[in-house]
């Protein structure tokens, strides 16, 4: 499956080399889609609008320190992928985008939750 994630920037440095070696790969695209969701949930809160595609978690200072990644993973669902990439980087992504729906990722097992596009 086609997944792009955001890991924390150390952890990123840390093992880039073993993670080109899997194919995964930085992902500006996905970057750049997340500053958009987090600029235009801004502009929302700053409105007092409220809803389901707000990122409420993730703010600019937090997102300034976050790396986006991307590749393909064998595993067929968003927990699985989760976990992969915790088992790998040794953290949970916060966000984890797969084929096209982005996911927040919770700090436990199984607290992954759709957001709103």
């Not at 880039?16 to 969701?37: C, K, N, Q, V």
């Not at 919770?106 to 957001?115: D, V």
């Amino acid at each position: 499956m086609k997944v792009s994630f955001l890991i924390s920037a150390s952890a990123f440095q840390r093992l880039e080399p073993a993670a080109i070696d899997r194919g995964w790969h930085s992902d500006p695209d996905y970057a750049l889609r997340t500053a958009h969701r987090l600029l235009d949930s801004q502009e929302r809160r700053a409105a007092n609008w409220t809803g389901a595609a707000d990122m409420p978690d993730l703010d600019v200072e937090t997102a300034a320190r976050l790396a986006a990644m991307g590749g393909e993973f064998p595993a067929s669902k968003p927990d699985e992928i989760a976990r992969a990439i915790a088992r790998f980087f040794g953290e949970r992504p916060p966000r984890l985008e797969v084929e096209g729906v982005e996911y927040r990722v919770g700090p436990m097992l199984g607290t992954l939750s759709p957001l709103a596009n």
